[in-house]
């Protein structure tokens, strides 16, 4: 069906201070034997300053071994206005190398730090090409409850209009101190600093849908608990088209049929089934049947918003269609009439439409609708090219209707129907 209503897209603007450098860059830089590149976040009080930077640690002081240390002061050379002597100090307390500023944030030695979202004792521990170093300063600076959470992949690669799912994970400790790793509900995911309606179940788990092909930064809020905000750097690539589905061939729709072409297109649709290889042209629909595209119709278009019908009856959707459209069925399996199609289809639309005008057609004037109950229905199909008459004039409102018509009304749908503007 053509329609000029837009879907409303995901379009949020990259909004992180510093961006990753790009591969060609990487290759030039030199890597010894006493080097590795790593990849650095930062957050300040739960904001991201730095995401998955990527920066080449030398061991500057000759002591064979990169460490945390050595990141942090190298991706502060690297990012940081005025260096790792402006923003970067640590110094040796009771519990090791540990920090003094981080960020150019100095609050008494309330950061953390982990490497591969494994929690380190101290600067001093040892890194390797290619891990992941997050740093931290505290957002909680009585309690110090800020909880590291992670996702369960670090970057993510996904077709646009396709599901990705995430995992997050919160770290804690028991009553004996021990490190425990848990399930995070109820965080509002956020996508390149905006939240989103996305909340993890009690598994973790989240699912989102990125609209357009662009890179994402997908993290989390709480409004219960403080977190360090996770990362998860996500790739979005363009759907790859899909080839038509062939129609059906059913044995008793032959290319010469009037109704072949309409028949073949609704079936390509999967807005009209046949009974195996058969599509029994010139049965009567039912009212079930004619509900059952209605249904198949809206889901595509998303006027359901993703709701499944939850029944094992194959008339579930018919139920649902005419529930949602707000239409009264006293037999669901009788043969539907005319201006039943045309009042059921009618509402439809105008349901799909949300207030918005149709391109219409020049109206005629059936000499045998006065008196139905549908003729305001039967007018405005034919005046949006939905439906037309006979050659005489007539409509025939009381008249069933065949498959193979429904088929050519389901055509008209596709290729006629246009809202104006």
């Given at each position: 069906m053509?329609?000029?209503?837009?879907?409303?897209?995901?379009?949020?603007?990259?909004?992180?201070?510093?961006?990753?450098?790009a591969?060609?860059?990487l290759?030039?830089?030199?890597?010894?034997?006493?080097?590795?590149r790593?990849?650095?976040?930062?957050?300040?009080?739960?904001?991201?300053?730095?995401?998955?930077?990527?920066?080449?640690?030398?061991?500057?002081?000759?002591?064979?071994?990169?460490?945390?240390?050595?990141?942090?002061?190298?991706?502060?050379?690297?990012?940081?206005?005025?260096?790792?002597?402006?923003?970067?100090?640590y110094?040796?307390?009771?519990?090791?190398?540990?920090?003094?500023?981080?960020?150019?944030?100095?609050?008494?030695?309330?950061?953390?730090?982990?490497?591969?979202?494994?929690?380190?004792f101290?600067?001093?521990?040892?890194?390797?090409?290619d891990?992941?170093?997050?740093a931290?300063?505290?957002a909680?600076?009585?309690a110090?409850?800020?909880a590291?959470?992670?996702?369960?992949?670090v970057?993510?690669?996904?077709?646009?209009?396709?599901?990705?799912t995430?995992?997050?994970?919160?770290?804690?400790?028991?009553?004996?101190w021990?490190?425990?790793?848990?399930?995070?509900?109820?965080?509002?995911?956020?996508?390149?600093?905006?939240?989103?309606?996305?909340?993890?179940?009690?598994?973790g788990?989240?699912?989102?849908?990125?609209?357009?092909?662009?890179?994402f930064?997908?993290?989390?809020?709480?409004?219960t608990?403080?977190i360090?905000?996770?990362?998860?750097?996500?790739?979005?690539t363009?759907?790859?088209?899909?080839?038509?589905?062939?129609?059906?061939?059913?044995?008793?729709?032959?290319d010469?049929d009037?109704?072949?072409?309409?028949v073949?297109t609704?079936?390509?649709?999967?807005?009209?089934?046949?009974?195996?290889?058969?599509?029994?042209?010139?049965?009567?629909?039912?009212?079930?049947?004619y509900?059952t595209?209605?249904?198949?119709?809206?889901?595509?278009?998303?006027?359901?918003?993703?709701?499944?019908?939850?029944?094992?009856?194959?008339?579930?959707?018919?139920?649902?269609a005419?529930?949602?459209?707000?239409?009264?069925?006293?037999?669901?399996?009788?043969?539907?009439?005319r201006?039943?199609?045309?009042g059921?289809?009618?509402?439809?639309?105008?349901?799909?439409?949300?207030?918005?005008?149709?391109?219409?057609?020049?109206?005629?004037?059936?000499?045998?609708?006065a008196?139905?109950?549908?003729?305001?229905?039967?007018?405005?199909?034919?005046?949006i090219?939905?439906?037309?008459?006979?050659?005489?004039?007539?409509?025939?409102?009381?008249?069933?209707?065949?498959?193979?018509?429904?088929?050519?009304?389901?055509?008209?749908?596709?290729t006629?129907?246009?809202i104006?503007?």
């Amino acid at each position: 069906m053509k329609r000029k209503f837009l879907a409303m897209l995901l379009v949020l603007a990259l909004c992180l201070v510093p961006t990753a450098m790009a591969a060609d860059e990487l290759l030039v830089m030199p890597i010894s034997a006493n080097s590795a590149r790593v990849f650095v976040t930062i957050a300040d009080a739960g904001s991201f300053v730095l995401v998955e930077h990527p920066v080449i640690v030398s061991d500057v002081d000759g002591d064979g071994v990169l460490t945390i240390c050595d990141a942090l002061a190298a991706v502060h050379d690297d990012a940081f206005e005025g260096g790792a002597k402006a923003g970067f100090a640590y110094a040796e307390t009771e519990y090791g190398l540990s920090l003094t500023k981080l960020w150019g944030v100095e609050n008494g030695g309330s950061y953390g730090y982990y490497i591969n979202d494994a929690s380190a004792f101290s600067l001093g521990d040892e890194i390797h090409a290619d891990d992941r170093i997050y740093a931290y300063t505290y957002a909680d600076l009585t309690a110090w409850s800020d909880a590291y959470t992670y996702f369960d992949t670090v970057a993510a690669s996904v077709e646009a209009g396709s599901d990705l799912t995430l995992t997050l994970t919160v770290l804690g400790y028991d009553a004996d101190w021990n490190l425990v790793a848990s399930p995070f509900e109820g965080a509002v995911i956020t996508v390149n600093g905006e939240a989103t309606d996305v909340v993890t179940d009690k598994d973790g788990r989240a699912v989102l849908t990125f609209a357009d092909a662009d890179s994402f930064v997908v993290s989390a809020a709480s409004e219960t608990s403080v977190i360090v905000p996770p990362v998860c750097i996500v790739e979005v690539t363009a759907a790859a088209e899909k080839p038509a589905a062939d129609a059906p061939a059913f044995e008793d729709v032959a290319d010469s049929d009037w109704f072949s072409t309409a028949v073949k297109t609704a079936a390509e649709a999967g807005l009209v089934v046949g009974k195996g290889n058969r599509f029994d042209p010139e049965a009567n629909m039912t009212v079930a049947e004619y509900l059952t595209i209605i249904y198949r119709m809206g889901e595509s278009e998303g006027l359901y918003e993703g709701r499944e019908t939850t029944g094992a009856n194959w008339q579930d959707g018919a139920k649902y269609a005419a529930e949602t459209l707000g239409i009264t069925i006293s037999d669901y399996n009788a043969a539907i009439l005319r201006e039943e199609m045309a009042g059921i289809t009618a509402a439809y639309l105008k349901a799909l439409a949300g207030g918005e005008e149709f391109v219409t057609v020049e109206p005629i004037d059936f000499s045998d609708i006065a008196d139905s109950a549908y003729a305001e229905s039967i007018v405005f199909m034919q005046s949006i090219g939905a439906i037309g008459g006979y050659n005489d004039g007539t409509f025939r409102p009381t008249n069933t209707i065949r498959r193979c018509e429904v088929a050519q009304v389901v055509c008209n749908m596709m290729t006629n129907v246009e809202i104006a503007g």
